[in-house]
C-alpha cells in the first residue's frame, strides 16, 4: 500500500473523546479567567504592603519592588499546583515570530529520597534560556550564547493544559547578556511607555488630571483557514511551506460570494466551540466568529484590550486555534496566502488609545467638529502615518504577506489613511476657515413599516485601505494572518509618539502668544497638519490604476512592492533617530531586526523553491508519463487520446524546462551575504517557480484523476 495513504488512514482516525455535560453559556462565566492569575486572585494570596507593591508596578508602572518576589512566587506556585500544575515556563515571544518556552518542574529532591514542590522569587524573576539558538541578527552567537528570560508582571501568568496535565506559564521577556532586546516584548513595552510620555503632556493642556496615564489598546481580528487533515498530509507543500506551491484553479472558487457569513458547518462550528472555551479560560474575550469570504475561510476576533495583553492574547490565539483543529481532523493554516486564486488571510489590528481612566481619545463623540482633543489626535496620526510610511510597510513585510497584499480584499502596498466623509469633511472645513459640520448621519428608513430606522455611521467601511478610521479606531488592515502583531503594535506607538510630541510642541508654543485660546491654537494646529499630509488620505479604490499612478505620481507617496523593497529602508537615519530618541530600539537592536528579516526572506524562498523541485521532480512529472503510459496502450487510436497525448507530451516538456531553470537557481543561491540570498530568491527563485507551477497548473486539467498526486483545491477548499 502506498504509505501515503498509510499517512491518510492515520490522520481519518479522529474522534473528540469527552461531550461537554453543561451548556456554552453555562460555562462561559463560569470558565472565564478560570486558569489567569489575576490581580484579584493575588490580593487574596499576597500581604496588603505586598500586594500595593505588585499593583503599582502592574497599574502605574512603578519599578518592581524585587523584595516581593519570594512571596509572590510562592502564591503562584500554590495557585498553579492547585490548577494540576507540575512545571512552570517563561514564556516567551523570541525573533521568530511565534513564542518559546523551557519547562521545569517544581520537584526539588530534599534527599532521603524525599522530593518537595518549591518555586523561588529568584526563579520567578529570571531564567536562562541559550540566546544563540534563536535569531539574533548578529547580537548573539555560539561562543556568546547567554541570555536572559525576565519575568514581566503587567501581564498575568496562566495555565496552559494538555492531556496529562498542565503548565504554568509566565509571561517573559527575552535579552541578552549584553542587555540588548532579543524578542518582541521589550521593544513593544518600551514603546508603550514612549507613547504614554508623548500623550500626557498633551491631554494635560487639555485639562486631564495629574497622573493620568496613557497606553494603546487593540483589537486584533485573526483570518484563517481549515482544510481536512487527510489532504494537509497529502500536500508536502502545505507540510513544509503553509502554501499550496501547485494547484489549478477550481471551477468554482468563491464568485458565488457565497461563503462570507454564510452558516458555520457543524464541524467547524463545535470546532470552534470548543476554541472559544478554552480560550475564555485563558481570559481571552473572544467576541466574533464567522465564515470569511473564500471557501474555507474563517475569521475570530477579540474585544479591545491592553496591547501588551493583545499581544500576548494574539498568540495565544493562534496556538488554540492550531492545537484544537486537529481534535476535529482538520488543520488550521494561518499562511496569508494558502491558497491562489481566493481571498488571503490577514490580522486587522484594530488600534487605539486610551486613559487609565477608560477615555478613548480617538472617539469623536457625538460632535466631532468641536471635539478639539479628538482632532488634535487623530491629525497627529494622520502626520504619523505620512512621516512613517515606510515603517509601516516594514512591520508588515514578510515573503507570506506579499502574495496576499494588492487584491482580494487585502490593502495594496501603499500606504494611505481613510478617514470617511464626514470626518474629511471636517478637516476640509478647517482647512478652508469655514469650520463647523457640513455632512451629519441621520437614521435610515428601510421602506417597511415593520421595520425600525437605523443609525447611519459617520463614514462607509473601506476593505482597500490599509489604514482606516472605523468610529473610534484605526483599523491597520495590512498586518499578516501569521504574524506577531507586536512589532506592528510597536511601530504604531512609536510613530503615533513622535507626531504627538511635535504636534505638542507646537501647541505649546502656540499658547505661548499673548491672547492664543485652547481653541484658537488648536485649530491652527490641526489645520496646519491637515493641510501639510492631507496626501496620505484617500477615500477611493485603493486597488485602481489610477490610484497607484496618482499616488505616485501626483501624491509622491511610496510604493514598497516587496518585502526586500521595504526592509532596506529599517535602517535609514529617519528611523534609528526614531526608535534611538524614544528609547525603544538603538541601532544594534534595529539592525539585527533587520537582518532577521532578510534572513527568514531567504529561508522561506529557499524552502519553497526547493519544495516546488521536489514536488515536480517526484510527483506531478511521473503522474503524467503514467498517464501517457496509460494513453499509449489504448489499442484503438481515437482523436481525443492523440490529442490528449500530443498536449501531455507538450506540457510535460515545458514543466521539464522550467523544472531545470528552477534547479539551477536553488542550487546557485546568490551569494554568500543573506542579502545577495535574500534578492536571488526574490528576483530569480521566485519566477522560476511560477514558471513550473504554471505547467503544472494546466497539467492537472488534463492528467487522469486517478493519476493526479494531490489533492486539489476543489477537495481541500469544498470538502469538510
Given at each position: 500500500m502506498n504509505q501515503d495513504f498509510d499517512v491518510n488512514s492515520a490522520a481519518r482516525n479522529w474522534r473528540v473523546d469527552a461531550q461537554q455535560t453543561a451548556t456554552p453559556s453555562e460555562l462561559v462565566n463560569s470558565l472565564f479567567a478560570s486558569d489567569v492569575l489575576t490581580l484579584d486572585q493575588l490580593k487574596a494570596r499576597l500581604s496588603k504592603p505586598d500586594y500595593r507593591k505588585l499593583q503599582a508596578t502592574v497599574e502605574r508602572g512603578e519599578t518592581l519592588d524585587s523584595s516581593i518576589a519570594d512571596t509572590?512566587?510562592?502564591?503562584?506556585?500554590?495557585?498553579?499546583?492547585?490548577?494540576?500544575?507540575?512545571?512552570?515556563?517563561?514564556?516567551?515571544?523570541?525573533?521568530?515570530?511565534?513564542?518559546?518556552?523551557?519547562?521545569?518542574?517544581?520537584?526539588?529532591?530534599?534527599?532521603?529520597?524525599?522530593?518537595?514542590?518549591?518555586?523561588?522569587?529568584?526563579?520567578?524573576?529570571?531564567?536562562?534560556?541559550?540566546?544563540?539558538?534563536?535569531?539574533?541578527?548578529?547580537?548573539?552567537?555560539?561562543?556568546?550564547?547567554?541570555?536572559?528570560?525576565?519575568?514581566?508582571?503587567?501581564?498575568?501568568?496562566?495555565?496552559?493544559?494538555?492531556?496529562?496535565g498542565a503548565t504554568l506559564c509566565i509571561p517573559s521577556v527575552f535579552a541578552s547578556w549584553t542587555g540588548e532586546a532579543l524578542d518582541l516584548k521589550i521593544p513593544l513595552l518600551r514603546s508603550i511607555e514612549a507613547l504614554n510620555k508623548a500623550v500626557t503632556p498633551a491631554l494635560e493642556l487639555f485639562g486631564a488630571s495629574e497622573g493620568t496615564r496613557v497606553s494603546s489598546s487593540l483589537g486584533a481580528e485573526q483570518e484563517y483557514f481549515l482544510i481536512a487533515e487527510e489532504y494537509y498530509y497529502r500536500r508536502p507543500d502545505l507540510v513544509m511551506t503553509g502554501r499550496t506551491l501547485f494547484g489549478a484553479k477550481p471551477p468554482r472558487g468563491q464568485e458565488l460570494e457565497d461563503h462570507y457569513f454564510g452558516a458555520i458547518p457543524d464541524r467547524v462550528l463545535s470546532f470552534m466551540t470548543d476554541a472559544e472555551m478554552q480560550l475564555y479560560a485563558l481570559g481571552i474575550p473572544v467576541k466574533t466568529r464567522h465564515n470569511e469570504v473564500a471557501p474555507g475561510q474563517f475569521e475570530i476576533a477579540p474585544i479591545f484590550e491592553h496591547s501588551n495583553i493583545a499581544a500576548?492574547?494574539?498568540?495565544?490565539?493562534?496556538?488554540?486555534?492550531?492545537?484544537?483543529?486537529?481534535?476535529?481532523?482538520?488543520?488550521?493554516?494561518?499562511?496569508?496566502?494558502?491558497?491562489?486564486?481566493?481571498?488571503?488571510?490577514?490580522?486587522?489590528?484594530?488600534?487605539?488609545?486610551?486613559?487609565?481612566?477608560?477615555?478613548?481619545?480617538?472617539?469623536?463623540?457625538?460632535?466631532?467638529?468641536?471635539?478639539?482633543?479628538?482632532?488634535?489626535?487623530?491629525?497627529?496620526?494622520?502626520?504619523?502615518?505620512?512621516?512613517?510610511?515606510?515603517?509601516?510597510?516594514?512591520?508588515?513585510?514578510?515573503?507570506?504577506?506579499?502574495?496576499?497584499?494588492?487584491?482580494?480584499?487585502?490593502?495594496?502596498?501603499?500606504?494611505?489613511?481613510?478617514?470617511?466623509?464626514?470626518?474629511?469633511?471636517?478637516?476640509?472645513?478647517?482647512?478652508?476657515?469655514?469650520?463647523?459640520?457640513?455632512?451629519?448621519?441621520?437614521?435610515?428608513?428601510?421602506?417597511?413599516?415593520?421595520?425600525?430606522?437605523?443609525?447611519?455611521?459617520?463614514?462607509?467601511?473601506?476593505?482597500?485601505?490599509?489604514?482606516?478610521?472605523?468610529?473610534?479606531?484605526?483599523?491597520?488592515?495590512?498586518?499578516?494572518?501569521?504574524?506577531?502583531?507586536?512589532f506592528p503594535i510597536t511601530v504604531l506607538n512609536v510613530i503615533a509618539a513622535d507626531a504627538i510630541t511635535q504636534l505638542t510642541a507646537d501647541l505649546q508654543k502656540r499658547l505661548g502668544k499673548k491672547g492664543a485660546t485652547l481653541e484658537q491654537a488648536v485649530t491652527d494646529v490641526v489645520k496646519d497638519t491637515y493641510k501639510k499630509y492631507q496626501r496620505i488620505v484617500f477615500n477611493g479604490d485603493g486597488y485602481s490604476t489610477d490610484w497607484h499612478e496618482e499616488a505616485e505620481k501626483k501624491r509622491k507617496l511610496l510604493n514598497l512592492r516587496t518585502t526586500l523593497d521595504a526592509v532596506e529602508t529599517l535602517v535609514s537615519p529617519k528611523n534609528l533617530k526614531l526608535f534611538g530618541d524614544f528609547g525603544v530600539l538603538n541601532e544594534r537592536e534595529l539592525a539585527a531586526r533587520q537582518e532577521i528579516m532578510y534572513d527568514i526572506y531567504f529561508k522561506t524562498v529557499n524552502i519553497e523553491g526547493e519544495t516546488t523541485e521536489y514536488m515536480a521532480q517526484t510527483a506531478i512529472l511521473p503522474a503524467a508519463f503514467s498517464y501517457l503510459a496509460e494513453l499509449g496502450e489504448v489499442e484503438v487510436k481515437s482523436k481525443a487520446a492523440t490529442g490528449t497525448t500530443k498536449e501531455l507530451v507538450q506540457l510535460s516538456d515545458t514543466l521539464y524546462d522550467a523544472l531545470q531553470e528552477l534547479r539551477q537557481q536553488n542550487?546557485?543561491?546568490?551569494?554568500?551575504?543573506?542579502?545577495?540570498?535574500?534578492?536571488?530568491?526574490?528576483?530569480?527563485?521566485?519566477?522560476?517557480?511560477?514558471?513550473?507551477?504554471?505547467?503544472?497548473?494546466?497539467?492537472?486539467?488534463i492528467v487522469s484523476q486517478k493519476h493526479w498526486p494531490l489533492p486539489t483545491y476543489r477537495q481541500m477548499l469544498f470538502v469538510k
Open positions: 509572590v512566587a510562592l502564591a503562584m506556585k500554590t495557585w498553579a499546583m492547585e490548577k494540576g500544575a507540575t512545571h512552570y515556563t517563561h514564556w516567551f515571544q523570541p525573533l521568530t515570530g511565534s513564542t518559546a518556552e523551557k519547562h521545569d518542574s517544581f520537584l526539588n529532591p530534599a534527599g532521603d529520597g524525599v522530593a518537595i514542590m518549591s518555586f523561588s522569587g529568584k526563579e520567578l524573576i529570571q531564567a536562562e534560556p541559550d540566546a544563540s539558538s534563536f535569531p539574533s541578527g548578529g547580537l548573539r552567537a555560539t561562543f556568546e550564547a547567554r541570555g536572559y528570560t525576565a519575568w514581566d508582571p503587567s501581564s498575568p501568568a496562566f495555565i496552559i493544559r494538555h492531556a496529562n500576548d492574547h494574539q498568540q495565544l490565539i493562534m496556538q488554540v486555534l492550531r492545537t484544537t483543529a486537529r481534535k476535529y481532523g482538520l488543520v488550521c493554516l494561518m499562511h496569508e496566502k494558502p491558497f491562489a486564486g481566493v481571498n488571503g488571510s490577514g490580522k486587522h489590528c484594530n488600534w487605539s488609545m486610551a486613559t487609565d481612566a477608560g477615555e478613548n481619545l480617538l472617539d469623536p463623540g457625538d460632535t466631532p467638529h468641536e471635539n478639539m482633543q479628538f482632532l488634535f489626535f487623530a491629525a497627529a496620526v494622520i502626520k504619523a502615518v505620512d512621516d512613517h510610511q515606510d515603517l509601516l510597510r516594514t512591520c508588515v513585510a514578510s515573503a507570506s504577506n506579499d502574495h496576499r497584499l494588492g487584491a482580494n480584499e487585502a490593502p495594496p502596498a501603499i500606504l494611505s489613511i481613510f478617514l470617511g466623509s464626514e470626518l474629511t469633511d471636517i478637516f476640509e472645513r478647517i482647512v478652508s476657515g469655514k469650520g463647523g459640520r457640513g455632512k451629519q448621519t441621520g437614521l435610515m428608513g428601510l421602506g417597511s413599516s415593520v421595520l425600525p430606522e437605523i443609525p447611519v455611521h459617520a463614514g462607509d467601511r473601506n476593505r482597500t485601505s490599509p489604514f482606516a478610521f472605523t468610529g473610534n479606531k484605526f483599523e491597520f488592515r495590512a498586518v499578516g494572518s501569521s504574524q506577531s502583531i507586536s542550487e546557485a543561491l546568490g551569494g554568500d551575504e543573506v542579502h545577495e540570498k535574500a534578492h536571488h530568491m526574490r528576483d530569480h527563485v521566485l519566477p522560476a517557480m511560477q514558471q513550473v507551477r504554471a505547467a503544472a497548473d494546466r497539467l492537472e486539467r
